[in-house]
Each structure stands twice: as C-alpha cells, then as structure tokens.
C-alpha cells in the first residue's frame, strides 16, 4: 500500500479556506479535486486573482502554501523574500508530522526551510524508483536550495544524472550526492528540500514538488535513510507513490 500522509487532506482544506477568502470560486474548485497538484493549483489562482493578490494571502495562510509556491511558481520577483519568510515560520510538525528538525531560519538562508517546516518524509540520503508501468521510464532527484535545483544552473537536463532505462517492472536507487557530483556547480546542503523527477518515455512525467501531499524529504547526508517510490499506469494516465519511509 502506498504511503499517505496524515495531513493530505489538510492541505486541501486550509487551500480552499484561501481560495474562498480571495472569492476564487475556479481555485477552490481546482483544489478540491484530488487528481489535481499545486501547479495545476497556482495556474488558476494566478489567472484569477494575480500573483501579488496572491502572495497577500499565502503571507498570512499556513506556512506550508508559502513552501509550495516557492517550490511551483517561477517568477516570483519581489515577493520571493516574503514567502520565504512565511514558509520558515512553519513549527515542527505543522506541515507534516514527526521531522523532528525545527529550528529558525533565515531568508538569507533557504537550505533551513526543509528542517523548520518538518517536511513530510524526514531525512534521507537516497531513493529509489520501481517501475509499475506499461511503459519506460528514467529518473533523477532535484532540490531546493534558494533556487530549484539543478535546472537553476544546468538548464539543458540533459547533463543531469539519470537513472538508467526502467522497464516494466525494473527498479534502480540513486543517493543524492551521487547525483549532485554531476553537476557540481548546483549548490547542495543538509536541510534541502528534495524530490524525485520521473520521465516517462513518450508520456506524461511526473514531479514529486508538484504532488499536494509533498512527496518531498529533507537532505541529511549522514542519514541511512531511504524513501521507496512506485510509478503504476499507463505513459499518459501515471501515478507516483510512496511505496516504503523509511527504508
């Protein structure tokens, strides 16, 4: 069975709380459906209330809506700095239960954000990917550290590291410094945020940032810990799992 986390339903709730208080009835909608993710969330809200309107509102909402805009929408400008803020001020457990990790953090320092929101997963150094689906897949693990992270210096991913090609029913595990040594100018720290990138060969990918129960953990490079994920379905109708935390 995969893993679910206790504050799923959560999530939805207090989103729909922001999207009434702004009147947008499209983003409520939105969030109320489960097949939906936080950018497909942060699309419409940006098309029916703009970004600074936006912003206002997740400033003053639960700290875990900062962290997802921060990780889901590109071009904040100005307003980074706020919801950075905003996303720091989480206490241990708030976003998701038993990290254990809380400490204060700065805007000047984004690597802490993992550990004061006390993320879903908790620590990790590695995962792996077992593939379900009727189709091909590769993977990789990105981050957050500031700046998403490998794209924000290596853009082509082409010079990323990837899995090999997983067939139906084949798996592979990657740690994370194995990938990050492929790109060494991508800042990394303990504490990052961190998530698996699934790429679905003819097909439809899939982003852990992008799922609104977080499928994201925090770096700890001593950690011996490992999150086991599954991808099942078809290459344009997928889904991504969390097969086994800790492992």
């Known amino acids: 069975m995969a893993y679910k986390p206790d504050h799923y339903d959560r999530d939805r709730v207090t989103g729909i709380q922001i999207a009434k208080r702004l009147g947008a009835t499209k983003t409520a909608a939105v969030i109320e459906d489960q097949t939906k993710n936080f950018k497909d969330i942060f699309d419409v809200a940006l098309t029916e209330v703009g970004l600074d309107r936006l912003v206002a509102e997740l ?32 206490p241990d457990a708030m976003i998701s239960p038993g990290a254990g990790t809380a400490r204060a953090a700065h805007p000047a320092a984004p690597r802490n954000l993992a550990a004061a929101a006390g993320l879903m997963g908790g620590p990790l150094s590695s ?8 189709a091909n897949c590769r993977w990789t693990i990105e981050w957050f550290d500031g700046e998403n992270q490998p794209a924000a210096k290596y853009p082509d991913w082409n010079k990323w590291k990837w899995s090999d090609t997983l067939t139906a029913g084949c798996g592979s595990a990657m740690s994370v410094i194995d990938v990050r040594n492929q790109v060494p100018d991508a800042p990394l720290n303990n504490g990052d945020v961190i998530w698996i990138y699934v790429w679905v060969q003819a097909g439809t990918d899939k982003n852990g940032k992008d799922n609104l129960s977080s499928f994201q953990f925090t770096y700890d490079s001593g950690s011996p810990l490992r999150a086991v994920f599954g991808i099942s379905g078809t290459t344009t109708i997928n889904t991504l799992s969390v097969e086994s935390y800790p492992a």
């Open 127 to 134: 995962m792996t990917l077992n593939n379900h689906m009727a």
């Open 59 to 90: 400033t003053q909402a639960s700290p875990a809506w900062a962290h997802a805009a921060l990780l889901s929408i590109p071009d904040l400008g100005a307003h980074r700095s706020a919801l950075l803020k905003r996303a720091a001020e989480a």
